[in-house]
T-cell receptor, first 116, second 114 residues
Framework: EAGVAQSPRYKIIEKRQSVAFWCNPI?????LYWYQQILGQGPKLLIQ????????DSQLPKDRFSAERLKGVDSTLKIQPAKLEDSAVYLC??????????????FGPGTRLTVL | AQTVTQSQPEMSVQEAETVTLSCTYD???????LFWYKQPPSRQMILVIR????KQQNATENRFSVNFQKAAKSFSLKISDSQLGDAAMYFC???????????WGAGTKLIIKP
């Protein structure tokens, strides 16, 4: 079974530039998560999708971050314009269905973003 | 609101020995899940072990076991016969049952000495 795919693995941009990350979840997984992980910290949930609908985006800085999950499969996360404090690893995770007992989240390798 | 605390930023252990990583949490929910995730330097987060709160028996997965103390809200991870491949960041996570989201601790860096 293929895992969660993410691209690119690394990205370096100047502040005020735009950047987009892509995630392909495990086939059949209804729930998709985007996390921001700053060095030395645990992941912070940015947005949660159930199929192609948003379940929770309360921690997404909507003035600069946007995310979509067209057709309930792939997802993109965009930052426009980027700030220095956006430097982090962006993790994508998926699960079969968020309500299943003990449902495990499977993670992708992440995208390391450096904003200069 | 639920919180998860990992009080050990870094732990080191000699290869083949046993190490215990600590985790405490705060919640008013009566049933919930707790998880330990491992994140090696390559950054891919993988599940190590899970525990459902209503089960009194501690979960075990090969060399990994937990000591779950529900009344004390403690959920420690014991790694037996430590191996070089166990070196990683270990995160404790609480699953909020209202929306199934994970609340994460800050992580413990585990160093294995050969």
């Amino acid at each position: 079974e293929a895992g969660v795919a993410q691209s690119p693995r690394y990205k370096i941009i100047e502040k005020r530039q735009s950047v987009a990350f892509w995630c392909n979840p495990i086939s059949g997984h209804a729930t998709l998560y985007w996390y921001q992980q700053i060095l030395g910290q645990g992941p912070k949930l940015l947005i949660q999708f159930q199929n192609n609908g948003v379940v929770d985006d309360s921690q997404l800085p909507k003035d600069r971050f946007s995310a979509e999950r067209l057709k309930g499969v792939d997802s993109t996360l965009k930052i426009q314009p980027a700030k220095l404090e956006d430097s982090a690893v962006y993790l994508c995770a998926s699960s079969l269905f968020s309500g299943l007992a003990g449902n495990e989240q499977f993670f992708g390798p992440g995208t390391r973003l450096t904003v200069l | 609101a639920q919180t998860v605390t990992q009080s050990q930023p870094e732990m080191s252990v000699q290869e083949a020995e046993t190490v215990t990583l600590s985790c405490t949490y705060d919640t008013s929910e009566s049933d919930y899940y707790l998880f330990w995730y491992k994140q090696p330097p390559s950054r891919q987060m993988i599940l190590v072990i899970r525990q459902e709160a209503y089960k009194q028996q501690n979960a075990t997965e090969n060399r990994f076991s937990v000591n779950f103390q529900k009344a004390a809200k403690s959920f420690s991870l014991k790694i037996s016969d430590s191996q070089l491949g166990d070196a990683a960041m270990y995160f404790c996570a609480y699953r909020r049952e209202s929306n199934y989201q994970l609340i994460w601790g800050a992580g413990t860096k585990l160093i294995i000495k050969p």
